[in-house]
Nanobody, 116 residues
Framework: QVQLVESGGGLVQPGGSLRLSCAAS????????MAWYRQVPGKQRELVAV???????RYGDSVQGRFSISRDNAKNTVYLQMNSLEPEDTAVYYC??????????WGQGTQVTVSS
């Protein structure tokens, strides 16, 4: 079972950038479909970005063109580069690994706050 730890969140002004990291242990991220989600209190968790084992990436409509997911298999880490941040991007961000339809456990996430 892969364990995931998110980091890199913080407070940023509108229009700014952040890079989130998702460090994996227990198994290689190269074996999994990796994804970033986000959640705002009182709302359902939202899929933000996906990276398949074949290198295909997909993004939610609200982040398309602004966010980019990537993976470094050597470091066993997945990243989410977030540019042109908007207040609506404020949320707790989580990463998750999926293989054969089974998702990993959720970590603590990392808080991203976009505010002036």
């Amino acid at each position: 079972q892969v364990q995931l730890v998110e980091s890199g969140g913080g407070l940023v002004q509108p229009g700014g950038s952040l890079r989130l990291s998702c460090a994996a242990s227990g198994s290689s991220v190269s074996l999994y479909v990796m994804a970033w989600y986000r959640q705002v209190p009182g709302k359902q968790r939202e899929l933000v970005a996906v990276s398949t084992t074949a290198g295909v990436t997909r993004y939610g409509d609200s982040v398309q063109g602004r966010f980019s997911i990537s993976r470094d298999n050597a470091k066993n880490t997945v990243y989410l580069q977030m540019n042109s941040l908007e207040p609506e991007d404020t949320a707790v961000y989580y990463c998750n690994a999926e293989k054969f339809g089974v998702r990993s456990s959720w970590g603590q996430g990392t808080q991203v706050t976009v505010s002036s």
